[in-house]
């Protein structure tokens, strides 16, 4: 005779009671679960998993909003990689967005936090107040903005003439610049990844700079020998979560060039030019297909950050 | 190598508090000093002064005669373990030894040669590559011994080392320790809050309260001749018993105290004033549950209760006047708890301490 496990499950009364058998009671049983999680499912299924299944099928064929989609094959991934200059023209606008932004926000970041892990007075309050640029960072009014700080008659050629005497370009409309206003933008909102190295720094016990004292360490050797490989759990997480939101910027792009990405494609972000296929061009299909390659080139681009960070990367335990 | 140590009217303040009152203290070239007192004391912060690692804000620190209030703590010529070790834990065991003499800029051979050398001493050799997460408390803590003695230093300072360890290891620790200041030679600082490792390793031992010296000296002369009632209690377990004294009004010569109603004849006459509460102190160990014709005593207690560990035990009791009192015994015993007990002890074992706590 085999005996059936039984699950037992605390009553409200703290009485043990079976699990009931069969399919039918353990969906009653469990209907109440289902309930609650039923708007988290709606949004899951409904609004992400459907539309990204969707895209994918959409990626493979020819589709503009108005005619019923057509089955196209690989025929958008092949124009992508073939036969597409400003796909090319954003992939180096945007690799050169994030090769720049990501590295320069998390120093910026970096050494904001190490200051602020002196022990300042009234820390909490720079704290918020350097925290701010994130929250508006990215948002239309500040990169309207930005527009206006870095227009030729903006406010930083204003301070320039009138500090210096120098007479500077317009920062935005000329193809030279216009890529490092947006950098600037970016760095700016510093706030985020600033929070996270504070969070990170504090970990790191006060013995260990003690002892590193007391062996003569300096603040230099102190920082590159102990802080930075301490942290680097925190400057791990920070570049993932960077550069992923690098590869996807898109507002401050947007608005500094009024949606063009230009001048001469220079703000082309990959975001930017995927929009313009989509709801300027009305390629949906074609679309897809560059939202799939921003998925599998953020994909890759975090294998590799995993793989390489057993190399790298010190955890404590 | 070793060095003398110097503290003159030492002082720390943070803020408004004065944690160090003023401390002078003169440790010889070669002691094995201890610092004890409870949490809370400034023994830990006295220790980082000498380290450097704590700004001292009034008197003068010397080492080797040499003034060092201002001399950064890598210049002192002094290494430290500290209580969590504080290894690097992104550095192997080697990398750890080996960091001071790399930031000093020792040649790889020498650095390989004094790492040998403490790793040998310490019996690390064979963890040299591991990560100090993967050691053990017992091997961290000798990885910390062994950074402080890859530097040489002229003195060692030691912030309670072997709280974090388990009560064997400890122990087992705590004789490595002492062989170790025997090896070496160095002046050695030692802080804790556990007066069986002072008892066990100091040359010297400095009790402190509140940022205060309460008494230094050798181990046993603080046993012996406690200078008050909280060095008395501090030093020595079970802790002494303190029962309330007072002296016989009717006698003129101020020999006999009165505890309770025990009237008890000291040898000398006590240096106090008339009326002074007083307080009558006698070790556990100097206890016995037996009573001679002509030896004093505190009369008749009642067993409350019984600890056996084997080769002792430790009886709890309350006296008539139902003041609690604590025997030690050699050996095992059949008293149980409810048992009548008379109390009894050589005059030549008693304390008696002032209303100041001092003793008289």
């Known amino acids: 005779m085999s005996v059936q496990p039984t699950t037992w499950v605390e009553g409200p009364a703290h009485r043990p009671v079976a699990r009931p058998k069969g399919l039918r009671l353990a969906w009653g049983r469990n209907a109440p679960a289902y309930l609650f999680l039923t708007p988290w499912l709606i949004g899951f299924f409904g609004l992400t998993l459907g539309p990204a299944l969707a895209s994918l099928y959409l990626s493979f064929t020819d589709y503009d909003l108005i005619q019923a989609p057509h089955w196209a094959g690989a025929a958008n991934y092949v124009r992508i990689a073939t036969a597409d200059p400003k796909f090319v023209a954003a992939m180096k606008v945007t690799f050169l967005y994030v090769a720049l932004s990501v590295p320069l926000k998390l120093i910026f970041a970096l050494a904001i936090a190490m200051m602020f892990n002196r022990g300042i007075r009234g820390l909490p309050i720079y704290r918020a107040i350097f925290y701010l640029p994130s929250l508006l960072g990215a948002s239309v009014a500040i990169s309207v903005l930005w527009r206006q700080l870095f227009a030729s008659d903006g406010l930083i050629n204003l301070v320039l003439w009138q500090l210096f005497g120098i007479e500077g370009p317009s920062w935005i409309s000329n193809p030279n610049y216009s890529i490092y206003t947006l950098v600037i933008l970016s760095v700016w909102q510093f706030g985020s990844p600033m929070i996270i190295f504070l969070a990170g720094l504090r970990q790191v016990p006060t013995d260990i700079y003690e002892a590193a004292n007391l062996d003569g360490a300096g603040p230099v050797r102190q920082f590159f020998r102990i802080t930075l490989p301490l942290l680097t759990p925190v400057i791990f997480f920070n570049v993932v979560i960077q550069t992923i939101d690098a590869f996807k910027a898109f507002t401050p792009a947007f608005v500094i060039s009024s949606g063009t990405g230009g001048p001469i494609n220079s703000t082309l972000f990959y975001t930017l030019y995927l929009y313009q296929e989509a709801f300027s061009f009305l390629r949906m299909g074609y679309a897809s297909a560059l939202a799939w390659i921003l998925v599998v080139m953020i994909a890759t681009f975090t294998a590799i950050s995993f793989l390489s960070a057993r190399y790298w990367v010190h955890y404590d335990d | ?360």
């Open chain 2, 1 to 360: 190598m070793s060095t003398s140590i110097e503290l003159r009217r030492i002082e720390k303040r943070f803020g408004s508090f004065t944690a160090i009152h003023g401390i002078d203290l003169s440790i010889a070239p070669g002691e094995f000093t201890v610092f004890v007192g409870p949490s809370g004391c400034g023994k830990s912060t006295l220790l980082r002064m000498i380290a450097g690692l704590e700004e001292i804000t009034g008197g003068e620190l010397l080492i080797a005669g040499e003034p060092m209030n201002d001399v950064p703590a890598s210049k002192r010529g002094i290494a430290m373990v500290f209580q969590s070790y504080a290894l690097y834990p992104h550095m192997s065991v080697y990398k750890n030894l080996a960091f001071g003499l790399e930031t000093a800029g020792f040649k790889k051979d020498a650095i390989a040669e004094r790492v040998k050398h403490a790793a040998d001493i310490l019996q690390i050799g064979p963890l040299l590559d591991r990560k100090p997460k993967a050691l053990s408390g017992g091997q961290r803590q000798r990885v910390a011994i062994g950074r402080a003695i890859v530097r040489e230093p002229k003195i060692f300072l030691f912030d309670e080392p072997l709280s974090n360890l388990d009560a064997e290891l400890r122990v087992q620790m705590r004789v490595e320790l002492a062989k170790l200041h025997q090896t070496l030679g160095n002046t050695m600082i030692y802080v804790t809050h556990d007066q069986v490792e002072a008892m066990t390793m100091a040359d010297k031992i400095v009790v402190l309260r509140e940022g205060r010296i309460m008494q230094v000296g050798r181990p046993l002369d603080l046993y012996n001749q406690p200078a008050n009632r909280f060095v008395a209690g501090f030093i020595g377990s079970p802790k002494m018993n303190f029962l309330p004294a007072r002296l016989a009004e009717n006698d003129q010569s101020g020999r006999t105290i009165l505890l309770g109603s025990q009237a008890i004849r000291l040898d000398q006459p006590v240096g106090a004033r008339r009326n002074e509460p007083l307080t009558f102190g006698i070790r556990p160990e100097h206890l016995q549950a037996s009573a001679a014709e002509g030896r004093p005593g505190l009369g008749a207690a009642r067993v409350q209760l019984v600890e056996h560990l084997g080769g002792s035990a430790v009886i709890y009791a309350d006296t008539a006047e139902g003041e609690p009192a604590t025997l030690l015994m050699e050996g095992q015993t059949g008293l149980r708890s409810g048992e009548t007990i008379p109390l009894a002890f050589d005059l030549k074992d008693a304390h008696i301490f002032g209303e100041d706590g001092r003793r008289i």
